[in-house]
């Protein structure tokens, strides 16, 4: 057995029920969420439709976050996320959480390799993007920060999902059906299961154009004091400038840099 990077740290929120019914309050949550995804405009038929609520209800909630700047109406009538929404995160992203924290260790590593570093965690469940620090070359892999990673392509992936709960990873495997991203990807759930069995083993994770054909990425593990893991670091560059010799040195990098930030958030950031 392995242990889950669900339970014991502050920033993983546990998933709603299937059946469970929001409140007001919850779906002004949520409300924001779905605003923050693509294509980050929306209509209130729709948004009604994604959170259970009518389309009076849907638009009292919008007004309110309307009215606190948090979200905004565009001319066509249709929402998007308010300046409020941004000020917050800039907040956050500069003061508070992990971000503030891990960004030194990326630039290192950014500096040590040239190319792209980035630092992933488990949110609702789901592997995404949470900092990141574009490469130095001139070709370089780029990314969307915050966008979500699949279980079964891209280092950042892959190393979070070995380390789910076995049942939450059974249940995402039985209910979300894997895309192919290219002709590298592993799409059968065994396959995908054996291969996050080896990444745990292992205690890296390599991405070699399951995600991007043309992108090899190598991902390490970020544990708590206990050894569970709950966030991981990722290296990506294109895969034209990487041979033999260069691949086991990124490797070692990431797996250092990563170690070194278990050892100084590690006991930051777990609550007892």
Same mark, same amino acid.
């Given at each position: 057995? /392995? ?11 546990? $998933?709603?029920? $299937?059946?469970? !019914? ?7 949550? #949520?409300?924001? @969420?779905?605003?923050?995804? @693509?294509?980050?405009? /929306? ?7 994604? !959170? ?5 209800? #849907? ?11 948090? =979200?905004?109406? &565009? ?52 592997? #995404? ?6 490469? &130095? ?5 780029? *990314? ?11 280092? !950042? ?24 991203? #290219? ?14 069995? @080896?990444? $745990? ?14 992108? !090899? ?9 206990? *050894? ?5 670091? =990722? ?23 990563? =170690? ?13």
């Amino acid at each position: 057995m /392995y242990k889950s990077a669900h339970p014991r740290h502050v920033l993983f929120p546990n $998933r709603k029920r $299937r059946d469970h !019914i929001m409140n007001s309050a919850e779906k002004t949550v #949520t409300l924001l @969420k779905i605003l923050a995804r @693509k294509p980050y405009v /929306y209509g209130v038929t729709e948004l009604g439709e994604k !959170i259970g609520c009518g389309k009076s209800g #849907t638009f009292k909630l919008l007004n309110v976050l309307v009215q606190e700047g948090l =979200a905004a109406q &565009t001319p066509e009538h249709k929402y998007t996320l308010g300046m409020v929404s941004y000020l917050l995160g800039k907040c956050y992203e500069d003061h508070v959480g992990v971000v503030r924290f891990v960004r030194p260790y990326l630039e290192r590593l950014r500096d040590l390799t040239g190319e792209t570093a980035t630092f992933g965690m488990l949110v609702n469940g789901v592997p #995404t993007s949470i900092c990141r620090e574009e490469g &130095t070359h001139m070709v370089r892999v780029m *990314g969307h920060l915050g966008g979500t990673r699949p279980l079964n392509a891209g280092a !950042i992936g892959k190393m979070l999902g070995a380390y789910m709960g076995e049942a939450d990873l059974r249940r995402h495997l039985l209910e979300t059906p894997a895309h192919a991203y #290219t002709e590298r990807t592993l799409t059968d759930p065994e396959a995908i299961l054996e291969e996050l069995q @080896k990444v $745990r083993e292992q205690g890296y994770a390599i991405s070699d154009g399951d995600f991007n054909l043309d992108t !090899i990425s190598f991902g390490a593990p970020v544990t708590d004091t206990s *050894g569970a893991v709950w966030a991981a670091v =990722a290296l990506s560059a294109p895969r034209t400038r990487v041979d033999a010799a260069t691949r086991d040195r990124y490797l070692f990098q990431v797996r250092e840099i990563a =170690a070194q930030i278990s050892r100084e958030l590690g006991q930051t950031l777990v609550v007892d």
